[in-house]
């Protein structure tokens, strides 16, 4: 079964730090670009990284820029999101997703406050 | 950044009526490399979003054939034939064609 499962998330204090992981299985993981997407409470879609299948080529929104870092292991099929200096607009479910959005996982929540 | 336009963003629908989504885009979709990068999903409540057409009016597997996606340039439409039960929720367009990467606003659907 094609599956990616997303972990890591929950409360930090604004300027805190958070790693995520996302786990990948059913695919070939090591030939598909990757994304993190977010989803802020009651509001729409985010896209604010990517990540080329090799991991050589990275890409950013501007408000993350700086503060969050896109990773991957392939040798573990693995995704990750390194989160530094957290604000509270920060505060939204985190989503990974193949590059052209084909495969999503189930999210993870991520909430910044004090 | 580009901007992505949906209309409407609220979608009262009748079950087995037809239904259709706008979406615009700032500048053209159509990339270097000649594909046009014009995603649609769709976001169920409570759920992750799935992705129903890419480029434009590739159909993913297992998504129904009443779901179609056509369009050009800045201009593209999602088509739902026979609305039924389970396609409430939210339907977002997305471009992959120009950094970074953007959402439409969503289409809510409701019955």
């Known amino acids: 079964e094609v599956q990616l499962v997303e972990s890591g998330g929950g409360l930090v204090q604004p300027g805190g730090s958070l790693r995520l992981s996302c786990a990948a299985s059913g695919f070939a993981f090591n030939t598909y670009a990757m994304n993190w997407v977010r989803q802020a409470p009651g509001k729409g879609l985010e896209w604010i990284s990517y990540?080329?299948?090799?991991?050589?080529?990275?890409h950013y929104t501007d408000s993350v820029k700086g503060r969050l870092t896109i990773s991957r292991d392939n040798a573990k099929n693995s995704l990750y999101l390194q989160m530094n200096s957290l604000r509270a607009e920060d505060t939204a479910v985190y989503y990974c997703?193949?590059?052209?959005?084909?495969?999503w996982g189930q999210g993870t929540r991520v909430t910044v406050s004090s | 950044d580009v901007m992505m336009t949906q209309s409407p963003l609220s979608l009262p629908v009748t079950l087995g009526q037809a239904a259709s989504i706008s979406c615009r885009s700032f500048q053209s979709l159509v990339h270097s490399d000649g594909n046009t990068y014009l995603n649609w999903f769709q976001q169920r409540p409570g759920q992750s979003p799935r992705r129903l057409i890419y480029k434009v009016s590739e159909r993913d597997s297992g998504v129904p054939d009443r779901f179609s996606g056509s369009g050009s340039g800045t201009d593209f439409t999602l088509k739902i034939s026979r609305v039924e039960a389970e396609d409430v929720g939210v339907y977002y367009c997305?471009?992959?064609?120009?950094?970074?990467?953007?959402f439409g606003q969503g289409t809510k659907v409701e019955i």
């Open positions: 997703t193949s590059g052209g959005g084909g495969i």
């Open positions: 997305m471009q992959g064609t120009h950094w970074p990467l953007t």
């Open positions: 990540i080329r299948s090799g991991g050589d080529y990275t």
